[in-house]
């Protein structure tokens, strides 16, 4: 892997230098202050790669450049904040491509601290999945790795660094990736809310207290309609370690796909929907209202704080009536039928694993076999759980059934034991990882494998 060049300057900071990658004069002019004031921040500062690539495409690849940005977390008229992000914007490119079509991604890393990508949901081959040290060697500063593979399923999905367990909120490297179906289904728009929680202080610098969500990198986010149009909203939960509830208002919102996977459609009770840190929810909404109109997606979990609003157009609707209620997404390949009472199970301690849980596998299953996991939470804590490389159901109590839809993301509450249950398909090793809600601290990263 090459060496990227590129230039900078220098700052003494508590007696050690940094290199920090130059900002444009309208990057730098309106938030020279809050930028200065992360500098003396310990902890959030890295010093900045002298790397730099080019933006765009090169030989085919999308290029992913992680590198420090300033973004309007606060809105236009507050000071910037200093992130990390891909391309120094977050959230990072919206990749999309249609059903089996081949991605072709390429880091480079402009940040100093070693970096990887995983494509969270996505069920790509082991060697792509980006778990440090795991299934891939961390990318260092000024080095480049490429990502090449073909989505089997279509849906919502997002890519991200791995978290780092100091930083809750994470620093903004995320993007979204979109696999369109091959028949696209009958909506008038497609939008995503790319939703985030930072812990910001009064100043608008990551630290370790405050909250603030920002909907596609802002306070707010707009969506332009036409009375009687059908939207498909994507909604991410891009937080590291917050549960967001959302309440979308005046509107019936029918619920088309969970974490990526097409489910049984169904309506949320009185629009109402939530989203553990991770996961994601496709929602099929009509536009019942009057031109002129607007209604509100607001944040319950927040203080019933708006993040994003129905806006409708005053001129004449898009057509006569709403359409008919959609059928279900088509499906994806996973498992119709699971194997139930010949599977392995497996008991996980959910956040009490011992420290030295990575050093071999928790368990070893071999491939196609049915799996069940009983996630046992001992704790008081809220923990949410995430399986790399699989999707799975969520058992009914007597395992005499499962939910009507797949899952790659799981919140876990205190003092509960939930099992769910998967097809052991994608070989190799994959990381099941573990992480308190709403709190900083070690996240445990054990491991399976499939041989």
């Known amino acids: 892997m090459g060496r990227i060049q590129g230039d900078g300057f220098k700052a003494q900071v508590h007696g050690m230098t940094y290199r920090i990658a130059p900002l444009t004069r309208r990057q730098l002019a309106p938030s020279l202050g809050a930028t200065l004031a992360v500098l003396a921040t310990p902890g959030f500062l890295r010093a900045q790669a002298p790397a730099q690539a080019p933006s765009g495409t090169e030989d085919g690849y999308r290029l992913l450049r992680p590198k420090f940005g300033m973004a309007p977390l606060r809105g236009p008229d507050q000071p910037t904040t200093l992130i990390q992000g891909y391309d120094g914007a977050t959230p990072g490119p919206l990749l999309r491509l249609r059903q089996g079509n081949e991605l072709r991604a390429r880091l480079f890393n402009g940040l100093p601290d070693p970096t990887t990508i995983h494509w969270h949901g996505v069920r790509v081959p082991a060697a792509m999945d980006g778990m440090p040290n795991l299934s891939q060697p961390q990318v260092k500063a000024g080095e480049r790795f490429d990502y090449r593979f073909t989505p089997p399923d279509a849906g919502t999905f997002w890519y991200h660094a791995p978290q780092d367990p100091a930083y809750p909120a994470g620093h903004g490297l995320y993007g979204a990736l979109i696999v369109d ?30 909250t603030h969500l920002t909907v596609n990198g802002a306070p707010a986010f707009d969506i332009a309609v036409k009375a009687n149009e059908r939207v498909r909203l994507r909604l991410i939960n891009a937080s590291a370690g ?31 929907i939530v989203l553990g840190p991770g996961n994601r929810i496709d929602l099929f909404v009509d536009m019942t209202m009057q ?25 004449p609707a898009a057509r006569i009536a709403v359409r008919d209620d959609a059928p279900p997404l088509p499906d994806n390949p996973l498992p119709a039928k699971m194997d139930l009472a010949g599977a392995q199970r497996v ?9 030295d849980s990575a050093a ?32 799975f159901r969520l058992l009914d109590r007597l395992d005499d059934g499962w939910k009507p839809f797949w899952l790659d993301t799981l919140a876990v509450p205190p003092q509960q034991v939930w099992r769910v249950a998967f097809v052991a398909g994608n070989p190799g090793k994959w990381a099941i990882e573990d992480r308190m809600i709403g709190r900083a601290g070690t996240t445990a990263i054990p491991w399976f494998d499939v041989v």
């Open 181 to 210: 179906e091959r028949t696209p289904p009958d909506v008038d728009r497609d939008v995503l809310l790319l939703i985030d929680d930072w812990w910001l202080d009064g100043n608008g610098v990551i630290g370790r207290e405050g």
């Open 347 to 355: 008991e996980f301690p959910v956040g009490t694993l011992p420290a």
């Open 360 to 391: 071999k596998p928790l368990f070893t299953v071999q491939r196609g076999r049915t799996v069940v996991i009983a996630f046992n939470n001992r704790t008081d804590l809220n923990h949410v759980v995430h399986l790399h490389g699989h999707h």
């Open 242 to 272: 917050r549960m967001i509830a959302l309440r979308l208002d005046r509107h019936r919102a029918t619920v088309m796909a969970i974490d990526g996977q097409p489910a049984q459609p169904f309506t949320a009770s009185v629009g109402r």
């Open 291 to 315: 031109p002129g109109e607007a209604a509100p997606l607001v944040a319950e979990s927040h203080r019933d704080r708006t993040i994003a609003r129905l806006v409708y157009d005053p001129g």
